[in-house]
């Protein structure tokens, strides 16, 4: 898998799926659609400011909340090219690796990762680099099948080209 590269969108705990993707907006399941409100609710600069590439951090519990797939999708469609967090609540884990989005849990580095750093993450070793500050920290690199479901761009992809 190519290295994901970019700035840093950092928060705190508990993020959950409701400030991901706000219960307003999940009468779509447009990608497109659901990207223009990620993060809105916690962050109103987010859909301005992130770039295509660029990683959000999250400490303990990122993603709690409701199981809806919305949120990984809202993420990943505004660019989002991987999750950093200490922890993730167990069903968005699932429902991101399902859809194909990158997700690491490394407290080490979330705790020396500050908002707008610069960050690369190598999928393949799970490596993070903080290039703002010259550390690097060893995430839990994904398994080959997980690897293999992300590059299809998630699990029905994976099965569909088998």
């Known amino acids: 898998m190519e290295n994901a590269v970019g700035t840093v969108f950092k928060y705190g705990d508990n993020v959950d799926t409701d400030v991901i993707i ?9 990608p497109a659609e659901l ?7 916690i962050d109103t600069e987010f859909v301005k400011n992130v770039k295509k590439g660029d990683i959000i951090v999250g400490e303990k519990n990122f993603g709690c909340g409701s199981s809806r797939e919305h949120a990984p999708i809202a993420i990943k469609a505004a660019g989002v090219s991987c999750v950093i967090a200490e922890t993730f609540a167990r069903i ?51 398994p080959p099948f997980m690897q293999k479901i992300i590059a299809a761009q998630g699990l029905v992809n994976y099965i569909n080209n088998k």
Request: charged residues 20%; contains cysteine; glycine residues 8%.
């Open 35 to 41: 990207a223009m409100h990620c993060m809105e609710d």
């Open 22 to 30: 706000p219960a307003r907006y999940l009468n779509s399941s447009d």
């Open 92 to 142: 968005f884990y699932r429902n991101a690796i399902n859809i194909g989005l990158p997700i690491i849990e490394c407290p080490q580095a979330v705790a020396n990762i500050d908002n707008g750093d610069e960050v690369e993450v190598n999928f393949d070793t799970g490596m993070i680099y903080n290039k703002t500050k010259g550390t690097e920290f060893k995430g839990q690199a994904f």
